[in-house]
């Protein structure tokens, strides 16, 4: 004991040194277990997703032509009051949006929409022509303010040298961006 009482570490008696870590040690052992450090707890409440936005709805019934014959044929009809676009609060200022598929037994494929009730005569007068053709594949009409509007389809066509089966889609969707 003498011996360890006599040793020194820079000149500080090692009893001292070996006395302090022990209080250091016990010191931190004591703070571990009252928990002296502070806890934080996170509440949160998950919610049911947002509900899908409301757009409106188009309903154009489907089309069943009478047959034609390949080599130039033409056909030609008017649907009144055939496609019907009810605007939603969310597809306020968005826009009407056609597209036609190409049909390869065609040689010349026109759809015209006319605006015969407009629930926003401002951005859709009444008379207002949309036209997608065999050059104009894709286009799009502003629409305004919520409400219903509704247009006569005009489709004229002209048959090609192929004969067969033909189908051809025309999409009509309310888009937030216009057809380019």
Known sequence: MKSLLGKRWHRIPI???SALLILALTASGVFASIQ???TQTVTQTILEPLPEPDYGTITAPDLDLQ????GGQSFGGVWPR???VDLGPDGVDHHLWLELDEDILYAEYEIKLVCKV???ETAVPIGTEVIVDMTN???SIPLGAQGTYIFDEFIHLKTGVEWGG???AFKI???NVPAS
């Open 137 to 139: 594949w894709r286009t």
């Open 67 to 70: 047959d034609l014959y390949a």
């Open 15 to 17: 009893a001292l040194v």
């Open 118 to 120: 407009s629930a926003d």
């Open 82 to 84: 055939h496609v019907e």
């Open 173 to 175: 969707a309310i888009s």
């Open 36 to 38: 002296y450090f502070e």
């Open 166 to 168: 033909a189908s051809t």
